[in-house]
Nanobody, 118 residues
Framework: QVQLVESGGGLVQDGDSLRLSCAAS????????MSWFRQAPGKEREIVAA????????DYADSVKGRFTISRDNAKNTVYLQMNTLKPEDTAVYYC???????????WGQGTQVTVSS
């Protein structure tokens, strides 16, 4: 069993940066692929970024490429999402997810709100 807790969300202005963290407890974090999703009001949840178990593979949604960076620190059981040049359309609840493979999502966090004002 893995528990995931996101943090780092908040209210920022257009063009600002934020770094989200997702701390994992329980066994096996270093063997999981990790992903960040987001869900805006009235919209479906969408994947934002993903990273393989050792950080060697990363992937991003087209909408965030060049602005967001996913990374992980297995020694700290934490995955990060550095978000730069934020836009109002990035406003959403951001969730992290853990899975046994890239593209699988076995465990979910509760989410952290990111609001970008124009």
């Amino acid at each position: 069993q893995v528990q995931l807790v996101e943090s780092g969300g908040g209210l920022v202005q257009d063009g600002d940066s934020l770094r989200l963290s997702c701390a994992a407890s329980g066994r096996g974090f270093s063997s999981f692929a990790m992903s960040w999703f987001r869900q805006a009001p009235g919209k479906e949840r969408e994947i934002v970024a993903a990273v393989s178990w050792n950080g060697g593979i990363t992937d991003y949604a087209d909408s965030v490429k060049g602005r967001f960076t996913i990374s992980r620190d297995n020694a700290k059981n934490t995955v990060y999402l550095q978000m730069n040049t934020l836009k109002p359309e990035d406003t959403a609840v951001y969730y992290c997810a853990a899975g046994y493979l890239l593209g699988s999502y076995r465990y979910w966090g509760q989410g952290t709100q990111v609001t970008v004002s124009s």
